[in-house]
């Protein structure tokens, strides 16, 4: 006997926000689901308990995606390291082997909580992608019957990004060009869930912003200017607003001259410095593993984000 449906894989989707497709680069969406939480309660005449559901939420959506064609998203997180808070509208469309759509999930009123930057690293041979969490406050999912068929609208030049050309840049600090590694990090946005007594959904209004540390490593015979800001910094005790720095994190195309955006940082101090492991009879290069805080960035590209 024929079956009548089919399943079908999950590899192919794509993002709209505020009417515009995004970047064709997509490599996973997943969340903005509606749950209930859960209510377990003793009672006094039986041994057993109670459960049930009260207040319901909405997951947010986490997205991977590439930075080429992705202009609208790029000026969103530009936006919102600037505290210019905005809310967007979207869909992320699923669809089947043949394009077509078989499942769309609307949002509205999103918020973008979470901006993670991948960990670069001169060594990688590995392409480079951004991570986001978005928090709607509504969404209507629904399952279509041969709807339309998607249609990447992404740039075509993904492949000048990869985790292995980058530039470090602390002013004053000019070796630290040499540095090799810096870890993923993430630009978190907080949020406040309001419940009011006529919704049945939060509201969602934001509140602090939080930046992160910046974490690397660059060779020992370079660190002499790195080692001196610590002696001071930290060790002597020189932690006025003169001793921070600033500084920026370049991503770059491969011919390694080519900036296809920036992270611009503002008030940096060093926070940890250590020599890292030392094994017996190891041929690896010996590096100073660095801990930064930073107290506030922004995304400069010019007219490039998005690359396009």
Known sequence: MTLQKRSYTSGHFELMIDGHKTTAYLKSVDGGHVKA?????PI???NQRIKHTS???????????????????????????NKE?????????????????????????????????????????????MKMKIQPE?????????????????????????AANFRFNIDGLDDMRYTNKIESFTVKQGIKKLYTGE?????IEPTNLQFP??????????ADQLLKWHQDYVMKGTRDDRAEKTGSLEFLAP?????????????????????????????????????????????????SLGME
Request: glycine fraction near 8%; hydrophobic fraction near 40%; charged fraction near 20%.
């Open 85 to 129: 808070i905005s809310r967007r509208s979207g869909m992320i469309t699923h669809a089947n082997f043949d394009l077509r759509a078989t499942y769309e999930h609307e949002f509205y009123d999103a918020l973008l909580t979470e901006v993670t930057f991948p960990a670069l690293d001169g060594s990688s041979k590995e392409s480079a992608f």
């Open 55 to 81: 207040t319901v939420e909405i997951e947010p959506f986490s997205i991977d995606f590439g930075i080429s064609g992705a202009k609208d998203i790029m000026r969103w997180v530009q936006m919102a390291f």
């Open 199 to 203: 919704d049945r959904f939060p509201q």
């Open 255 to 303: 011919d390694l001259k080519t900036t296809l955006f920036q992270i611009n940082l503002f008030e940096m101090g060093i926070h940890a410095l250590q020599i890292q492991q030392s094994q017996a009879n190891q041929d690896s290069i010996k590096r100073v593993k660095f801990d930064l805080y930073v107290g506030r960035m922004q995304l400069d590209g010019g007219g």
């Open 37 to 41: 939480n859960a209510i377990d309660e």
């Open 213 to 222: 540390h910046i974490v690397g490593t660059i060779s020992l015979e370079y």
């Open 138 to 162: 509504r969404v209507v999912p629904r399952k279509v019957s041969n709807g339309p068929a998607i249609t990447g609208a992404g740039g075509t030049r993904q492949k000048l990004w990869t």
């Open 44 to 46: 006094g005449p039986h």
